[in-house]
Nanobody
Framework: QVQLVESGGGLVQAGGSLRLSCSAS????????MAWFRQAPGKEREFVAA????????DYLDSVKGRFTISRDTDKNTLYLQMNSLKSEDTAVYYC???????????????????WGQGTQVTVSS
């Protein structure tokens, strides 16, 4: 299984920006999709953004469309999430996920991913 380590979280004021990174190590040659999820206190883990390796197609949670951008640098085995115009409701622990089963479709549910990082806290103050 691939190992994932997130970084880049922190405290930011509303309207500010952060860029999260997720470094993959181990057998990462067969990663077919990667994604970001988030989990706020007392809530279930929810899909934020995903990217499919074979063609680069992406998908986003409606509430982050136009504000967040997911990208992947395969040479560096790193996934990114650029977050702009942050809102207090974006406050959560953000998790990186990888899928090592073949897919050409964007996957948006927790059980469709095999490997998870430990999470990084994002706090947006209003």
């Amino acid at each position: 299984q691939v190992q994932l380590v997130e970084s880049g979280g922190g405290l930011v004021q509303a309207g500010g920006s952060l860029r999260l990174s997720c470094s993959a190590s181990g057998p990462s040659f067969n990663i077919f999709a990667m994604a970001w999820f988030r989990q706020a206190p007392g809530k279930e883990r929810e899909f934020v953004a995903a990217i499919v390796s074979i063609h680069g197609n992406t998908d986003y949670l409606d509430s982050v469309k136009g504000r967040f951008t997911i990208s992947r640098d395969t040479d560096k085995n790193t996934l990114y999430l650029q977050m702009n115009s942050l809102k207090s409701e974006d406050t959560a622990v953000y998790y990186c996920a990888a899928r090592q089963s073949f897919t050409v479709k964007v996957k948006t549910t927790v059980n469709e991913y095999d490997s998870w990082g430990q999470g990084t806290q994002v706090t947006v103050s209003s």
